[in-house]
């Protein structure tokens, strides 16, 4: 199958087996799905995501429990403007008071509390991003990666490296359901982002691609 009959197979099964959670249909979105804050969780008991000081998020639904957890363990959160059309929003958990960290990681939320910036004023505040969470239709046991089609996890990506704020050392994990991880490698062009660590609301592992970064870059993800 190509990458579009990928998606569509994961967005049927999602909606067909009363996986997906609002907002519904999932259809050419980043899905949301019932367990999206115990896959945080798997992530938030990892090493990666201990050592992190600073991390970024995709903005999208499932990810918001990862974006909550960051906040209240005191980490900068980089958030993306849905679409890149607004750069990037900062969330400082210090400038933030603790009971609107619910509200801060949703979008609106964001956008009220948090700071917007272009990419290349980022280095203002951090001068790297510890670990990048990326939202994702379909993931394979090797580390590829399927978004919604529209590529923004891509540009993101190189953006920020462009900045310096990332390299091909930067730890990449993703959240998702059980039920969008393939084991067969999944179609991938040479630009498209990999994925080190997968968690899912039953278990968390490091992928093909994350072990190799892990002997590259000596860190450990888990």
């Not at 999208?60 to 993306?80: H, N």
């Not at 801060?104 to 790297?128: C, D, H, K, M, Y």
């Not at 359901?177 to 490091?206: N, R």
Request: charge should be positive; include cysteine.
């Amino acid at each position: 199958m190509d990458k579009h009959e990928i998606r569509m197979k994961v967005w049927r099964s999602m909606e067909e087996s009363n996986i997906a959670m609002f907002p519904r249909p999932v259809y050419n979105r980043i899905p949301s799905f019932k367990g999206a804050d115990n896959a945080a969780s798997k992530l938030r008991n990892t090493s990666i995501y201990r050592r992190a000081s600073v991390v970024k998020v995709n903005p999208d639904s499932p990810q918001r429990y990862v974006r909550y957890y960051a906040l209240t363990d005191g980490k900068l959160v980089i958030m993306p403007t849905p679409r890149l059309k607004g750069g990037f929003l900062v969330l400082d958990p210090g400038k933030i008071p603790g009971k609107l960290y619910s509200r801060a990681s949703t979008i609106r939320g964001a956008f009220q509390l948090g700071v917007e910036l272009p990419a290349n004023e980022l280095v203002v505040r951090t001068r790297r991003i510890d670990l990048i969470v990326e939202g994702s239709v379909a993931v394979d046991v090797y580390g590829g990666r399927l978004g919604k089609g529209e590529g923004y996890g891509d540009k993101e990506y190189e953006m920020l490296s462009k900045q310096g704020l990332v390299t091909s050392c930067t730890p990449i994990a993703t959240t998702v359901h059980d039920i969008q991880v393939s084991m067969e490698k999944l179609p991938q062009e040479s630009h498209d982002v990999k994925i080190g660590l997968i968690a899912t609301p039953t278990k968390h592992f490091v992928t093909e691609y994350g072990e190799m970064q892990e002997l590259k870059c000596s860190f450990n993800y888990l």
